[in-house]
């Protein structure tokens, strides 16, 4: 400040100027900051830019580049506020009104370079820590949660400028919200525990987008779309069923998309009595073997399992390599059995019985 008066001094006793000490303060204050600005972006564009595209990165590149004019703005209101304060008759309303103009400047910039680490973050945190589905969930929650947290400081800071006291209002304000959650958590229950059931999902990965899913009562379908109140199932007749995330959350799902696509398929043969059981058994395993969406590794098996009325029965294990195939192979491998039984001349017993009538004397 001393140095802006000194220049006034001096300029009043070189040339004369009859111009009030007080605006001639204010004029020279706002040129020196206009002429600060200009030497910012003269400075980055000159010098800093070129430093920046030498390094390996490109995000000091882009950061310069969004700051650049953001920050010669802000120094321009600097010394709009810093010059108006020479001025004996300026209204406080100009005052606040351009503190809230450098505040809003100084939390853009904070915030664009806040965005920009976080954006960079992110694509870290899908290439190296874990596959997209679950980022697809839990990313989006976390950017608007730090938004709010974002904005509630940035109102806060502009109620301090404005000259609102903070603490006196987030008491009250605390009282009502105690008075008003009270009431509002009989009103709202099912809904928080469908919102808390469906942050339960998403964290625990219970299941993702594209998955296939079995629930309780039978229903099975892929799912599109996880949200924080309800999940969106398409079912095998292209029917959407909406459930509640709070129903979810407690009840037994089997998802088949989990560890992995491979799933085991169970069929169960029944052949005639007196077929030749390891006969059978290399039948069925040769029918199997080779034949294309099954598996060799884990290898198939076939058990005896059960001495039936009509028929010598025996249950099936082979993997497959997706599971939203296995309507498709079990057809598949159904024939190539039925085809290699009747090869090796293996019969296929129906329900028979037999009626043996006495004759009396």
Not at 313 to 333: S, T
């Given at each position: 400040m001393q140095l802006g008066e000194t220049i006034s001094a001096l300029i009043q006793q070189q040339f004369n100027v009859l111009v009030p000490a007080d605006f001639l303060n204010a004029a020279i204050l706002f040129v020196g900051f206009l002429i600060l600005a200009r030497l910012a972006i003269f400075v980055n564009e000159t010098y800093l830019l070129k430093i920046a595209k030498k390094t390996k990165t490109t995000v000091d590149d882009i950061i310069l580049r969004k700051v650049e004019k953001p920050i010669a703005v802000l120094?321009?209101?600097?010394?709009?506020r810093l010059a108006i304060k020479y001025l004996p008759t300026v209204p406080?309303?100009?005052f606040d009104i351009t503190e809230t103009i450098i505040v809003l400047l100084i939390f853009g910039?904070?915030?664009?370079?806040?965005?920009?680490?976080?954006?960079l973050l992110e694509k870290r945190w899908e290439e190296n820590v874990t596959s997209a589905?679950?980022?697809e969930e839990v990313l989006p929650l976390v950017r608007s949660f730090a938004n709010v947290v974002w904005i509630f400081i940035m109102i806060t800071v502009l109620l301090s400028v404005w000259g609102v006291k903070i603490k006196p209002l987030l008491t009250s304000l605390g009282i009502a919200g105690g008075l008003v959650g009270l009431a509002a958590s009989f009103a709202l229950k099912?809904?928080?525990a469908n919102v808390f059931g469906g942050m339960s999902l998403i964290l625990d990965r219970t299941f993702s987008v594209h998955d296939f899913i079995e629930l309780e009562d039978g229903k099975m379908g892929t799912i599109i779309d996880i949200g924080l109140r309800s999940t969106k199932i398409r079912?095998?007749?292209?029917?959407?069923?909406?459930?509640?995330?709070?129903?979810?959350?407690?009840s037994q799902i089997i998802n088949y998309a989990k560890p992995n696509n491979v799933i085991r398929q169970i069929a169960q043969i029944g052949v005639a009595y007196g077929s030749d059981l390891n006969k059978t058994t290399e039948a069925i395993l040769d029918a199997l073997k080779g034949l294309e969406g099954v598996l060799e590794h884990p290898?198939?098996?076939v058990h005896f399992i059960k001495m039936?009325?009509?028929s010598l029965d025996f249950r099936v294990l082979y993997y497959i390599e997706h599971y939203r195939n296995r309507w498709a192979m079990e057809n598949k491998a159904m024939r190539a059995i039925h085809k290699s039984l009747l090869k090796n001349k293996i019969k296929i017993p129906f329900p028979t019985r037999t009626v043996y009538q006495y004759k009396g004397k």
């Amino acid at each position: 400040m001393q140095l802006g008066e000194t220049i006034s001094a001096l300029i009043q006793q070189q040339f004369n100027v009859l111009v009030p000490a007080d605006f001639l303060n204010a004029a020279i204050l706002f040129v020196g900051f206009l002429i600060l600005a200009r030497l910012a972006i003269f400075v980055n564009e000159t010098y800093l830019l070129k430093i920046a595209k030498k390094t390996k990165t490109t995000v000091d590149d882009i950061i310069l580049r969004k700051v650049e004019k953001p920050i010669a703005v802000l120094l321009v209101f600097i010394g709009f506020r810093l010059a108006i304060k020479y001025l004996p008759t300026v209204p406080q309303l100009v005052f606040d009104i351009t503190e809230t103009i450098i505040v809003l400047l100084i939390f853009g910039v904070i915030f664009s370079i806040t965005r920009l680490f976080m954006g960079l973050l992110e694509k870290r945190w899908e290439e190296n820590v874990t596959s997209a589905p679950l980022d697809e969930e839990v990313l989006p929650l976390v950017r608007s949660f730090a938004n709010v947290v974002w904005i509630f400081i940035m109102i806060t800071v502009l109620l301090s400028v404005w000259g609102v006291k903070i603490k006196p209002l987030l008491t009250s304000l605390g009282i009502a919200g105690g008075l008003v959650g009270l009431a509002a958590s009989f009103a709202l229950k099912d809904t928080l525990a469908n919102v808390f059931g469906g942050m339960s999902l998403i964290l625990d990965r219970t299941f993702s987008v594209h998955d296939f899913i079995e629930l309780e009562d039978g229903k099975m379908g892929t799912i599109i779309d996880i949200g924080l109140r309800s999940t969106k199932i398409r079912t095998y007749e292209n029917k959407v069923i909406i459930v509640p995330n709070g129903v979810l959350s407690n009840s037994q799902i089997i998802n088949y998309a989990k560890p992995n696509n491979v799933i085991r398929q169970i069929a169960q043969i029944g052949v005639a009595y007196g077929s030749d059981l390891n006969k059978t058994t290399e039948a069925i395993l040769d029918a199997l073997k080779g034949l294309e969406g099954v598996l060799e590794h884990p290898k198939a098996e076939v058990h005896f399992i059960k001495m039936n009325e009509y028929s010598l029965d025996f249950r099936v294990l082979y993997y497959i390599e997706h599971y939203r195939n296995r309507w498709a192979m079990e057809n598949k491998a159904m024939r190539a059995i039925h085809k290699s039984l009747l090869k090796n001349k293996i019969k296929i017993p129906f329900p028979t019985r037999t009626v043996y009538q006495y004759k009396g004397k």
